[in-house]
């Protein structure tokens, strides 16, 4: 079975209290509920982790490494900031997909750059959480097992 991790970075914790008018009322429960039903469908081993730390998120990244076989990541803020969690991706070699509920190009200047997206599959942004299910969808494509 195909083991996946998704990993959620600061405050991604804090949906459906945070900023409303641009992340709606979805919820981090919410999110992991509906990943996992598809999971069930897709016959996908699914885990999730969320971090407010640069450091626990590049722990669990590496901790991926030989056990899991895909990685979906939302690495919030950190995406615009974080060369060391784009490095983690790189080294542990598993096909990533970067995934933002906003689309982070019609936001603020300063978010439009990733220093995550070079080093995944490709970048989903702006679906909410269909974009997370599209990742899902996407990865059990993408890897052969």
Not at 18 to 39: C, F, H, W
Not at 66 to 72: A, E, N, R, S
């Amino acid at each position: 079975m195909k083991k996946i991790m998704v990993i959620n970075g600061p405050n991604i914790n804090m949906l459906g209290i945070r900023e409303p008018a641009i992340y709606g009322k979805i919820t981090l429960k919410d999110i992991e509920n509906q990943v996992s039903e598809l999971a069930k469908i897709l016959k996908i081993e699914v885990d999730f982790y969320q971090s407010n730390s640069e450091g626990g998120i590049i722990g669990k990244i590496q901790s991926l490494y030989k056990t899991f076989d895909g990685l979906i990541i939302n690495p919030a803020a950190y995406t615009h900031t974080s060369i060391a969690i784009r490095d983690a991706i790189s080294a542990i070699g598993l096909p990533a997909i970067e995934v933002h509920i906003s689309n982070i190009y019609e936001r603020e200047e300063f978010r439009h750059k990733s220093f995550i997206a070079d080093v995944c599959l490709e970048q989903i942004c702006g679906m909410g959480i269909e974009g997370y299910l599209s990742a899902l969808r996407k990865l059990d494509k993408a890897i052969k097992k």
